[in-house]
């Protein structure tokens, strides 16, 4: 690939894996809870150890953002938070107006926490509803009920200005009403940023092996994702990317829009993924998912829990495009060469194609899918593989 002139923003993504229950439809590295198992004080010394073993390969480079996910990053107590955010000021180079992310599920908070979080640097909370009514809840086994969801909104909205709730839709049983009805709830509490998606049966979970019965069928579940994306245009919401959905460009999710422009991001903790760039090539991590052993070897020998692989020259255009074409503004076109290297020339065949497809913007200043290209996503980015 051709030399990077500069090096894209940089964030970090922290994973925190415990859940109290495992939800039967997530695929991500989180684990159940046992008894005494959460030692917060070792997993946070671990995780400091894994960023310091990270440094050298970003000296110099700012933080622009910090997502803490999960599992439940809520599980953990404020001072556990407050420790770790300490530690990653005195390490790297934090932005003055960096946005700090933390997950939080309904059934783990209580309002003192909520506000230790924001004491230890958390400016913005992103919360797991996933519905408001009770019989999906319990369809899709989350651990809290459609109050504390009311609860911890109301709460969050208090005390902190940046508030995402999550949102799922075509669940077993669920109808078009009672899946906008989801949607006017989460926009009579105010909340000014909503990731509306739907669920999927991924391989390797429990609804992947064994799926819950009464799903919408494939019409339905297009026709319920219609009228929640029509319900949050009405209520004055924009679409920014494929499934964010916010009052203002203020509240948009910087840390995602990122990832959707190809930016950097350290990964650790257990099972995290990374992204690095050098002026020669770029590279993906990856953290051991086992807990035990990541655990173990941060401790001892953090290289041992690290996996870096140099993505290929010719993987890079479908790299780039599976994340811009998320966002229904696409990105600059010149942004292609920025982030890859490789100059815009070498894809001309491809993006002719989209073009001809109606999947692609006309505009050359800009790689943007159109409205055709936003609902067959797959399709669009299939032809820069």
Not at 6 to 32: E, R, V
Not at 208 to 231: F, K, M, Y
Not at 305 to 326: S, Y
Request: charged share 20%.
């Amino acid at each position: 690939m051709n030399t990077l002139t500069q090096l894209p923003p940089l964030s970090l993504y922290i994973h925190l894996h415990w859940c109290i229950q495992k939800c039967p439809y997530c695929d991500f590295n989180s684990h159940s809870i046992r008894q005494n198992e959460l030692n917060e004080t070792a997993y946070i010394q671990a995780l400091i150890n894994d960023l310091q073993t990270e440094l050298p390969n970003i000296w110099g480079r700012s933080i622009n953002s910090i997502f803490i996910g999960g599992g439940t990053p809520s599980l953990f107590q404020a001072a556990s938070i407050d420790k770790l955010m300490s530690h990653i000021r005195a390490l790297v180079k934090l932005s003055p107006q960096a946005e700090i992310t933390l997950e939080a599920n309904p059934g783990t908070f209580e309002r003192e926490k909520f506000q230790g979080f924001k004491d230890a640097g958390i400016n913005r909370l992103s919360i797991g509803v996933q519905s408001f009514q009770d019989k999906q809840l319990q369809a899709i086994g989350r651990v809290h009920n459609s109050q504390e969801a009311k609860r911890a909104i109301e709460y969050a909205m208090n005390i902190f200005e940046r508030v995402n709730i999550d949102l799922m839709y075509a669940l077993p049983e669920q109808t078009i009403q009672a899946a906008t009805q989801d949607i006017q709830t989460a926009v009579s509490l105010g909340v000014p940023h909503i990731s509306a998606y739907q669920l999927t049966l991924e391989p390797n979970t429990a609804f992947g092996h064994t799926p819950p019965n009464h799903l919408p069928s494939d019409e339905l579940s297009q026709d319920i994702e219609e009228a929640v994306h029509q319900t949050l245009f009405q209520a004055a919401y924009q679409r920014y990317e494929i499934s964010a959905f916010t009052k203002t460009a203020h509240q948009q999710s910087q840390h995602n829009l990122n990832y959707w422009q190809f930016g950097d991001y350290i990964g650790i903790g257990a099972g995290a993924h990374g992204k690095i760039s050098y002026t020669t090539h770029i590279e993906r991590t990856t953290r051991t998912r086992s807990p035990k052993d990541y655990l173990a070897a941060m401790h001892n020998n953090p290289t041992q829990a690290i996996t870096r692989q140099k993505i290929a020259t010719k993987d890079l255009p479908a790299e780039f495009m599976m994340n811009a074409l998320r966002l229904t503004d696409g990105v600059p076109s010149q942004s292609f060469t920025e982030r890859t290297g490789i100059s815009l020339a070498k894809i001309a065949k491809p993006l002719t194609l989209a073009t001809q497809k109606k999947l692609l913007d006309k505009d050359p200043r800009f790689l943007r899918p159109t409205a055709l290209g936003q609902r067959f996503l797959n399709d669009l980015i299939e032809l820069f593989l």
